[in-house]
C-alpha cells in the first residue's frame, strides 16, 4: 500500500462516455470501460489502482451502454465497498471537459482521467507536482514515439524534392488523458455546453493561467487504440502486480 499524501483524499472522475469507435465492432455493443485486460476490466484496474493511493471517492461520467457498466458494479460489491462511486450518465455528450460540469462537490483539488487507460503512474507525485507548481490544471504527460507508416516528402514550390523519409518517427510530448483540476477551472465550462479538454485548456492559457505538464516515464498504453490494446494485454499478464496491487 502506497504512503498517505498527495492524492490521498482526493476526488476522481472518470470519464467513461465514449462509444470507443477505434476498437469496433467489439465496442458496437461493450461499453469502452469494460473492455478486459485478461479477466478484468481495464476501468476496474485504473480504479483499483486509485484505491491503492487512497482515492475513493469517484465518479463515472457514462454515455454509451451506461447501464451495462452500472451493471457490472453492481455485482462487483466486494470491490464497490471500498468507494464512494457514483454515476452520472449523460444524455447528450458534452465533452471530456464539459461533462466535469455535471459532477457535484468538485470544490476543492481533483483528478480527471479517461477511463481506457492502463498505467502504473504515481498520483502523490503527479498531486505534489501541481500544488508545488500552483497549477489551475496539470496535464500528466509522456514522450511518445509516432511511426509515420510511409515515405514521407519534401518538395519546394517548383515541386522538387529535395527530402525523401522512409517511415520516419516522430517524438512527442503527449497527454496521458490524466489531470489535477483546481475549482477554479470550472468557471471556464459553462454547464450543458459542449467543451473538450484541449479547448478548456486554451481558454485558461489565453486567460494567463497557469497550465502545466508533469512528465514522466511510467507505463501507459491507451487501450483505445488498437496497438496500444493489444500491447497492454501482453504488459498487463507480465507485470499484473505493477497495475494492481489491493
Not at 138 to 147: L, S
Not at 155 to 183: C, L, W
Amino acid at each position: 500500500m502506497a504512503d498517505k499524501k498527495g492524492a490521498s483524499g482526493l476526488k476522481a472522475v472518470i470519464l467513461a462516455g465514449g462509444k470507443g469507435t477505434r476498437l469496433r465492432p467489439f465496442t458496437a455493443s461493450f461499453p469502452k470501460p469494460l473492455v478486459p485486460l485478461g479477466d478484468t476490466p481495464v476501468v476496474e484496474i485504473l480504479i483499483r489502482r486509485l484505491i491503492d493511493f487512497g482515492i475513493t471517492d469517484i465518479t463515472m461520467t457514462l454515455g454509451h451502454l451506461a447501464e451495462l457498466t452500472k451493471a457490472y458494479f453492481a455485482h462487483r460489491q466486494q470491490l464497490s465497498s471500498q468507494l464512494n462511486l457514483q454515476f452520472i450518465v449523460e444524455e447528450t455528450p458534452t465533452g471530456t471537459a464539459g461533462s466535469i460540469s455535471m459532477v457535484p462537490g468538485l470544490d476543492s483539488t481533483f483528478l480527471v482521467m479517461n477511463g481506457d487507460l492502463l498505467t502504473d503512474l504515481d498520483f502523490h507525485a503527479l498531486v505534489d507536482f501541481h500544488r508545488e507548481h500552483n497549477a489551475v490544471i496539470t496535464i500528466a504527460t509522456r514522450r511518445r514515439e509516432v511511426k509515420i507508416d510511409l515515405g514521407v516528402l519534401e518538395f519546394d514550390d517548383q515541386n522538387r524534392i529535395f527530402a525523401y523519409h522512409e517511415k520516419p518517427e516522430r517524438t512527442y510530448d503527449v497527454s496521458m488523458g490524466v489531470y489535477v483540476y483546481e475549482p477554479e477551472a470550472l468557471r471556464y465550462i459553462e454547464p450543458g455546453q459542449r467543451l473538450d479538454f484541449p479547448d478548456l485548456v486554451l481558454k485558461l492559457i489565453a486567460a494567463d493561467k497557469r497550465v502545466c505538464a508533469f512528465p514522466t516515464n511510467c507505463q501507459w498504453l491507451d487501450i483505445g487504440r488498437p496497438d496500444d490494446y493489444a500491447r497492454a494485454q501482453e504488459l498487463f499478464e507480465e507485470d499484473r502486480d505493477s497495475f494492481i496491487r489491493v
